[in-house]
């Protein structure tokens, strides 16, 4: 869902280091569950109702552009698929076309050709094994071609509002960041965010997250002024002098 980030000092993972050195705790105090809570109230607050920015019509070409978002910007997916869904919007059109027609239209975006393949691959199997739906089913989702984790839990969250909580690049800092749940690794954040998360938000948060990275705590300059939780956040480095001036949005990622 988005490209490779420059991590600052404090960020976990390899150029980092832990947010903190202590694991995620297997219990949190009160304090900490209001902590959380109200981070996630704020972000209802500004944004009640969140939804993925990627273009689409049909459960079937939003799993396509979700595929074909791995390590790819949003922005970049949206300007190759109106030109890609013209061509086919369907599972049986798509299957129809020939490999050299979707890379063509998919040219502009990160390891195309490889994504060019598995587009075709998953559109046989959802004719061939899914009666040219899209499942509702997670373990079927990831059989398919090019559909991981991560793209399984995006397709059943945005389509039928389950509550799931795929952990993408931003997802990973932000939560790491506040933090909310650490880790060094997606599977860990998100088993940390599934268990943190309150029930009530668990629908949105992969949402609000999302753009709160993309466009207040970026990779690079973290907005921190005009961030909505900053009193909440715990980041080390979130300091930002009180009377800078806020850093021009980031539009892109
Ligand atoms: S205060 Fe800064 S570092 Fe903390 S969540 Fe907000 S933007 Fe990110």
Known sequence: MAPKEKRLP?????????????????????????RIAMIFERLREADPAPVTELLYETPFTLLV????????????VNKATP????????PA??????????????KTIGLYNAKAKN???LSRRLVDHHGGEVPRDRAALEALPGVGKKTAAVVLNALWGEPTIAVDTHVFRVSNR?????????????????????????RHAHHWLIL???????????????CLVRDLCRWPDK????????????DAG
């Open 83 to 90: 030109g890609l869904f013209a061509k086919a919007s369907t």
């Open 212 to 226: 709160h990275g993309r466009y207040t705590c970026t990779a690079r300059r973290p907005n921190c002024p005009a």
């Open 178 to 202: 506040l933090p909310i749940a650490r880790g060094t690794t997606p599977d860990a954040v998100e088993a940390g965010l599934n268990r943190l998360v309150p029930d009530e938000y668990k």
């Open 239 to 250: 300091t930002w002098p009180d009377d800078a001036e806020p850093a021009p949005r980031v």
């Open 93 to 106: 059109a798509m299957a129809t076309l020939d490999e050299a027609e979707v890379r063509d239209a998919i």
């Open 65 to 76: 552009a979700v595929v074909l978002s791995a390590q790819a910007t949003d922005v970049s």
């Open 10 to 34: 404090g960020d976990p993972g390899k150029g980092g280091g832990p947010a903190t050195k202590s694991p995620v705790p297997e219990a949190i105090d009160d304090a900490e569950r209001a």
């Open 119 to 121: 587009v075709l691959a």
